[in-house]
């Protein structure tokens, strides 16, 4: 009776390790990027708006630094769900155009030209604090 109980444990024992698929982890890769932030740019935004609507791109192009990719991608248990891609293009410092597979949103208004925004002069105390390095 003793050897029918081992070797009926052992055979539930073996049974349990044996599973159809292993788990598979949903993984997200990326920056998130929306119909509704894509809306939000603008032609002439500075490069710290675009940063903030749509945060720190995901790839710098270091031959062309006027480039910002972005680009996110799900997989659900192994198999691609979503992948999205973002490019924008910059004129100096400002955003010249998007362009990639996420479109801005059907009910957002069109691009227009983001109004400039002048750099604040420094004061006395300002310019001092530069010229020492903080």
Excluded at 13 to 36: F, H, M, R
Aim: charged share 25%; with cysteine; net charge neutral.
């Amino acid at each position: 009776m003793a050897y029918l109980r081992i070797l009926l444990l052992l055979t539930l024992g073996a049974l349990a390790g044996c599973s159809v698929s292993p788990y598979k982890l949903d993984i997200q890769q990326g920056n998130v990027v929306t119909q509704e932030m894509v809306a939000k740019l603008k032609p002439g935004m500075t490069k710290s708006q675009v940063r903030f609507i749509m945060g720190t791109p995901l790839i710098t192009d270091a031959f062309h630094a006027d480039r910002w990719d972005y680009v996110y991608r799900y997989q659900k248990a192994g198999t691609l769900t979503e992948e999205r891609q973002v490019a924008l293009y910059f004129e100096g410092e400002n955003l010249k155009r998007v362009s990639g597979d996420v479109v801005a949103a059907s009910g957002s208004e069109p691009m227009q030209l983001a109004p400039k925004v002048e750099p604040e002069e420094k004061g006395f105390f300002g310019k001092m604090l530069e010229k020492i390095g903080l």
